[in-house]
């Protein structure tokens, strides 16, 4: 059973950074698409960013195109999100979840098609 751990979250000013991780244990991650989610009081859960297995493909929701890079290391089976000029409404819980061979397309993908997901870690924007 693949499990999936995020750190990283915590209060930052606008237009501070932060960088999360999703830690997987239990399966190796070089088969599974990384998505990172975010759900913000009262709002749906949105899909932010994807990495391929491979890592060969990489997509953003347009509101954080230039902010956030996703990036993975699957010899420690991580993968980050770096999030730069942080702003207000990046507020949200964070979490990342795994698709495998997922991440195709130039879509993100929808939150029923990742299998495993972590517990979430809370990114704060505030001044």
């Known amino acids: 059973q693949l499990q999936l751990v995020e750190s990283g979250g915590g209060l930052v000013q606008p237009g501070g950074s932060l960088r999360l991780s999703c830690a997987a244990s239990?399966?190796?991650?070089?088969?599974?698409?990384i998505g990172w989610f975010r759900q913000a009081p009262g709002k749906e859960r949105e899909g932010v960013s994807c990495?391929?297995?491979?890592?060969?493909?990489?997509y953003y929701v347009d509101s954080v195109k230039g902010r956030f890079t996703i990036s993975r290391d699957n010899a420690k089976n991580t993968v980050y999100l770096q999030m730069n000029n942080l702003k207000p409404e990046d507020t949200a819980v964070y979490y990342c979840a795994a698709d495998y061979m997922g991440c195709v397309g130039g879509v993100i993908g929808k939150e029923y098609e990742y299998d495993y997901w972590g517990q979430g870690t809370q990114v704060t924007v505030s001044s």
């Open positions: 990495i391929s297995g491979s890592g060969g493909n990489i």
């Open positions: 239990g399966y190796t991650l070089d088969y599974y698409a």
